[in-house]
């Protein structure tokens, strides 16, 4: 993406908000529809079968997402980027939730474990439940700035320009440097777990 | 071998940049087991983001201006489960369609090519008009006729429930729409509100067949798709889709419709489905308590839990939801407090001032609520061999006369009109089964109602003298419930019904009074304007008036039809 390109990115992204403030439906569709391919396609990573059940992935991007929008009131624009990050939380929120409910939830006899339940998401079947598990927990040691750095290059694959405009930094080598030290943090945790 | 300073940061901008790395090489390098242990660790955050990376790129949503085949992209509309749709440009036929791109590379040996051509067989107005298939780039789509309107999902999100009759009005169409699918060999395994688009002009289309698949081709190992809260009890056992499916979805949609809500719920497809073992389920009596007997018989048989207690086919569901609109009208036109006359027109007038006590209370939740004002303009013309004739109160009409109204507002409305004679019978007019044009009326365009029925212009018919006639035109930007609700119950105008140019006596023939039928239009070879200058255009000028409201409008006009 040119900067000419991401400037008009942010611009438009801004009078789009600035419209679903006003309470305008056909903004809100529209700025839906532009983050929203990116951020179904990491949750279909990050949501387990059984919670797909719930609805399918599409239905709780949208409906967390479109929540999530119209709280915009509270929340500060930033850039293109910055939006991305917080609609992609707000997802991520959501999907822990789901996983948080079930795992706490004590056993019932009325809802059998079943195959589909255990089921680990693709992201799990891909590098193993422990693995990601080692990762979120080296994760949640990580301070929050670091942490949104994490996701918005490893998971969102964020440009470094977006990364900037998220996180309030002055160049994209600010950005990638920004990333590059919060990514040997969190390899220094997972690896002392291994 | 190791290192500079700076090695983990080397490391962690390949990781970042999804660049190669020899691990193997690094893991033996390392000086230390703590040095190791890092190394092991960013391994293991490059495979974390080697596979969002592959996540990401197969959905990098295309923009304005890039091309997929021979379509021109023109913006992006919505994003599905099973990928993305554009507002595309077809250069060759030069007319916009909405291309669905499948997410996920395919090739043309998947199915998706063969699935999309089973559909395009589909030639159903209430059916998605797909246009054709291909793969490029890697990525199979589908590009199908533009639908400029909102799916059912929003509209009951956004307006709340309907009414019973419109309710059963758009699952006739849905029912139309899968009685085609199901000719075709096919079942959608979808249906659901967000699948059903209401297009400006009122027609509905069933949408988005990501889920379609041939019904012979049903045999295969099991895959539980569609959303948990419409699907068929046995669907979530783990048996394959069949047409009893697809009309338990239906059978859900209307229930949603009509309530707002879903009979059962649940966290996931296990509780949901946990909950129809244990007949946990919210019956529809009690989730909208006071909807006509029939119409919660179609639903509770369409949401059976057996499939074989459920509709056999959607035609058969698509007549019970006709015999519902039909018994309610039949019921109602029967009923002593409708039917019988009474001094003083008594009926006519609790008639009158029911619909009166509904404006005053809608406009008063609207004034509320902050909803804009909006203009109305509306007239009702008789047509004549010279052209179409301006009513105002007080004029005459006899049996045989062809009556349209002619209506336009400033914002999208739905509008009902009936009339109803000294006698108390009484006829809905607007909105009407069958008829192209259906609520809401888009707004900022002249409509005239009842508009055309398969492609040809009908008008309202006088078929009896009944004395006077009373036509009311209400209009709403959502729908107005108790309204509805009454017409559910009412008798509408049906083509065919006959003329009867004498007064009507005796109780058999009182449903044939006043102004009952529909035909087709007078083929007039003037226009539709009356004369400048005569009684008709002067009188229409003055009753011809742009009304600012807000809430529900209405306008009563009174006709004089002698006995």
């Given at each position: 993406m040119s900067d000419r390109d991401s400037h008009h990115d942010v611009e438009s992204t801004q009078h789009l908000l600035a419209r679903v403030q006003e309470g305008d439906r056909e903004a809100l569709e529209r700025l839906y529809s532009r983050y929203i391919p990116r951020l179904r396609a990491w949750a279909t990573g990050r949501i387990p079968p059984w919670a797909r059940d719930m609805g399918d992935t599409e239905d709780i991007v949208q409906e967390t997402v479109i929540a999530s929008l119209g709280r915009l009131e509270t929340f500060e624009m930033r850039g293109d980027g910055a939006l991305r990050g917080y609609m992609r939380q707000a997802v991520l929120n959501r999907v822990r939730n789901l996983v948080r409910d079930r795992k706490v939830r004590p056993p019932s006899a009325e809802i059998p474990e079943t195959a589909a339940t255990r089921a680990p998401s693709p992201l799990e079947q891909t590098i193993g439940r422990e693995t990601v598990e080692s990762y979120e927990r080296a994760l949640e040691k990580l301070k929050d700035e670091e942490r949104q750095a994490v996701h918005l290059r490893?998971?969102?694959?964020?440009s470094y320009r977006e990364i900037a405009e998220a996180l309030c930094k002055p160049s994209e080598d600010a950005a990638r440097m920004a990333v590059s030290r919060a990514l040997v943090k969190l390899a220094k945790e997972m690896g002392h777990e291994a | 071998m190791r290192r500079d300073g700076d090695w983990t940061l080397k490391l962690a901008r390949s990781v970042a940049d999804g660049k190669s790395v020899d691990w193997d090489a690094e893991e033996t390098g390392a000086p230390d087991e703590e040095s190791r242990q890092v190394v092991h660790g960013f391994r293991l955050l490059s495979k974390i983001t080697g596979f969002h990376e592959d996540l990401i790129s197969e959905i990098e949503p295309l923009s304005a201006g890039d091309k997929w085949g021979a379509l021109e992209i023109l913006e992006a509309l919505a994003s599905g489960s099973y990928g993305e749709i554009y507002r595309a440009r077809d250069p060759r036929l030069d007319r916009e369609v909405a291309l669905k791109l499948i997410a996920g590379e395919t090739t043309e040996d998947d199915g998706t090519i063969g699935e999309a051509r089973a559909l395009a067989k589909?030639?159903?107005?209430n059916v998605v008009t797909v246009h054709g298939a291909d793969v490029h780039a890697g990525r199979a789509g589908i590009w199908m006729e533009l639908i400029r309107g909102r799916t059912l999902d929003s509209i009951v999100k956004s307006d709340g429930p309907l009414g019973a009759g419109e309710a059963a009005l758009t699952g006739i169409d849905v029912c139309r729409a899968l009685a085609a699918v199901h000719a075709s060999g096919?079942?959608?395994r979808d249906v659901k509100a967000r699948n059903v688009m209401r297009e400006k002009g009122g027609r509905i289309v069933l949408m988005d067949f990501?889920?379609?698949?041939?019904k012979q081709a049903a045999g295969g190992g099991r895959t539980v798709s569609g959303t948990p809260l419409y699907m068929a009890p046995e669907i979530l056992a783990g048996e394959e889709a069949t047409v009893q499916s697809d009309l338990y979805g239906a059978g859900i949609l209307l229930y949603l419709l009509a309530?707002?809500?879903?009979p059962v719920t649940g966290r996931s497809a296990g509780e949901i489905q946990n909950a129809h073992e244990s007949g946990r389920s919210t019956s529809l009596r009690d989730a909208r308590?006071?909807?006509?007997e029939s119409f919660l018989r179609v639903v509770e048989r369409a949401t059976a839990?057996?499939?074989?207690?459920?509709?056999?086919?959607a035609g058969e569901m698509e007549k019970a939801l006709a015999d519902f609109l039909d018994r309610e009208s039949a019921e109602s036109s029967g009923s002593p407090a409708i039917a019988s006359p009474r001094p003083g027109g008594g009926p006519r007038l609790w008639f009158a001032c029911a619909i009166a006590g509904i404006a005053i209370a809608a406009g008063v939740f609207f004034l509320r609520s902050g909803s804009p004002a909006y203009s109305v303009e509306a007239s009702l013309y008789r047509e004549g061999p010279s052209g179409a004739e301006r009513l105002r109160s007080g004029s005459a009409v006899s049996p045989g006369d062809e009556l349209f109204l002619k209506i336009q507002a400033s914002s999208d409305l739905y509008t009902y009109v009936l009339s109803e004679d000294e006698n108390g019978?009484?006829?809905?007019?607007?909105?009407?089964?069958?008829?192209e044009l259906k609520n809401p009326l888009p707004g900022d365009q002249s409509h005239q109602l009842p508009g055309n029925r398969d492609g040809e212009e009908i008008h309202w018919q006088?078929?009896?003298?009944?004395g006077r006639e009373h036509f009311f035109v209400v209009a709403c930007p959502s729908p107005v419930e108790e309204i509805e609700r009454a017409i559910a119950g009412l008798p509408r105008a049906e083509l065919g019904r006959p003329v009867r140019s004498a007064p009507i006596s005796g109780e058999s023939f009182r449903?044939?009074?006043?102004?009952?039928g529909a035909v087709p239009a007078?083929?007039?070879?003037?226009?539709?304007?009356?004369?400048?200058?005569s009684v008709g255009d002067i009188a229409g000028r003055l009753e011809l008036r742009s009304e600012e409201v807000r809430g529900v409008w209405m306008r009563e006009i009174v006709l004089e039809n002698p006995q």
């Amino acid at each position: 993406m040119s900067d000419r390109d991401s400037h008009h990115d942010v611009e438009s992204t801004q009078h789009l908000l600035a419209r679903v403030q006003e309470g305008d439906r056909e903004a809100l569709e529209r700025l839906y529809s532009r983050y929203i391919p990116r951020l179904r396609a990491w949750a279909t990573g990050r949501i387990p079968p059984w919670a797909r059940d719930m609805g399918d992935t599409e239905d709780i991007v949208q409906e967390t997402v479109i929540a999530s929008l119209g709280r915009l009131e509270t929340f500060e624009m930033r850039g293109d980027g910055a939006l991305r990050g917080y609609m992609r939380q707000a997802v991520l929120n959501r999907v822990r939730n789901l996983v948080r409910d079930r795992k706490v939830r004590p056993p019932s006899a009325e809802i059998p474990e079943t195959a589909a339940t255990r089921a680990p998401s693709p992201l799990e079947q891909t590098i193993g439940r422990e693995t990601v598990e080692s990762y979120e927990r080296a994760l949640e040691k990580l301070k929050d700035e670091e942490r949104q750095a994490v996701h918005l290059r490893v998971e969102l694959r964020c440009s470094y320009r977006e990364i900037a405009e998220a996180l309030c930094k002055p160049s994209e080598d600010a950005a990638r440097m920004a990333v590059s030290r919060a990514l040997v943090k969190l390899a220094k945790e997972m690896g002392h777990e291994a | 071998m190791r290192r500079d300073g700076d090695w983990t940061l080397k490391l962690a901008r390949s990781v970042a940049d999804g660049k190669s790395v020899d691990w193997d090489a690094e893991e033996t390098g390392a000086p230390d087991e703590e040095s190791r242990q890092v190394v092991h660790g960013f391994r293991l955050l490059s495979k974390i983001t080697g596979f969002h990376e592959d996540l990401i790129s197969e959905i990098e949503p295309l923009s304005a201006g890039d091309k997929w085949g021979a379509l021109e992209i023109l913006e992006a509309l919505a994003s599905g489960s099973y990928g993305e749709i554009y507002r595309a440009r077809d250069p060759r036929l030069d007319r916009e369609v909405a291309l669905k791109l499948i997410a996920g590379e395919t090739t043309e040996d998947d199915g998706t090519i063969g699935e999309a051509r089973a559909l395009a067989k589909v030639d159903h107005p209430n059916v998605v008009t797909v246009h054709g298939a291909d793969v490029h780039a890697g990525r199979a789509g589908i590009w199908m006729e533009l639908i400029r309107g909102r799916t059912l999902d929003s509209i009951v999100k956004s307006d709340g429930p309907l009414g019973a009759g419109e309710a059963a009005l758009t699952g006739i169409d849905v029912c139309r729409a899968l009685a085609a699918v199901h000719a075709s060999g096919l079942v959608h395994r979808d249906v659901k509100a967000r699948n059903v688009m209401r297009e400006k002009g009122g027609r509905i289309v069933l949408m988005d067949f990501g889920l379609g698949r041939e019904k012979q081709a049903a045999g295969g190992g099991r895959t539980v798709s569609g959303t948990p809260l419409y699907m068929a009890p046995e669907i979530l056992a783990g048996e394959e889709a069949t047409v009893q499916s697809d009309l338990y979805g239906a059978g859900i949609l209307l229930y949603l419709l009509a309530s707002g809500a879903f009979p059962v719920t649940g966290r996931s497809a296990g509780e949901i489905q946990n909950a129809h073992e244990s007949g946990r389920s919210t019956s529809l009596r009690d989730a909208r308590p006071g909807l006509p007997e029939s119409f919660l018989r179609v639903v509770e048989r369409a949401t059976a839990n057996k499939p074989g207690e459920r509709f056999a086919t959607a035609g058969e569901m698509e007549k019970a939801l006709a015999d519902f609109l039909d018994r309610e009208s039949a019921e109602s036109s029967g009923s002593p407090a409708i039917a019988s006359p009474r001094p003083g027109g008594g009926p006519r007038l609790w008639f009158a001032c029911a619909i009166a006590g509904i404006a005053i209370a809608a406009g008063v939740f609207f004034l509320r609520s902050g909803s804009p004002a909006y203009s109305v303009e509306a007239s009702l013309y008789r047509e004549g061999p010279s052209g179409a004739e301006r009513l105002r109160s007080g004029s005459a009409v006899s049996p045989g006369d062809e009556l349209f109204l002619k209506i336009q507002a400033s914002s999208d409305l739905y509008t009902y009109v009936l009339s109803e004679d000294e006698n108390g019978a009484s006829f809905v007019l607007f909105p009407l089964p069958g008829y192209e044009l259906k609520n809401p009326l888009p707004g900022d365009q002249s409509h005239q109602l009842p508009g055309n029925r398969d492609g040809e212009e009908i008008h309202w018919q006088v078929t009896s003298a009944g004395g006077r006639e009373h036509f009311f035109v209400v209009a709403c930007p959502s729908p107005v419930e108790e309204i509805e609700r009454a017409i559910a119950g009412l008798p509408r105008a049906e083509l065919g019904r006959p003329v009867r140019s004498a007064p009507i006596s005796g109780e058999s023939f009182r449903r044939l009074r006043g102004i009952g039928g529909a035909v087709p239009a007078f083929q007039s070879t003037g226009s539709n304007s009356p004369a400048p200058g005569s009684v008709g255009d002067i009188a229409g000028r003055l009753e011809l008036r742009s009304e600012e409201v807000r809430g529900v409008w209405m306008r009563e006009i009174v006709l004089e039809n002698p006995q």
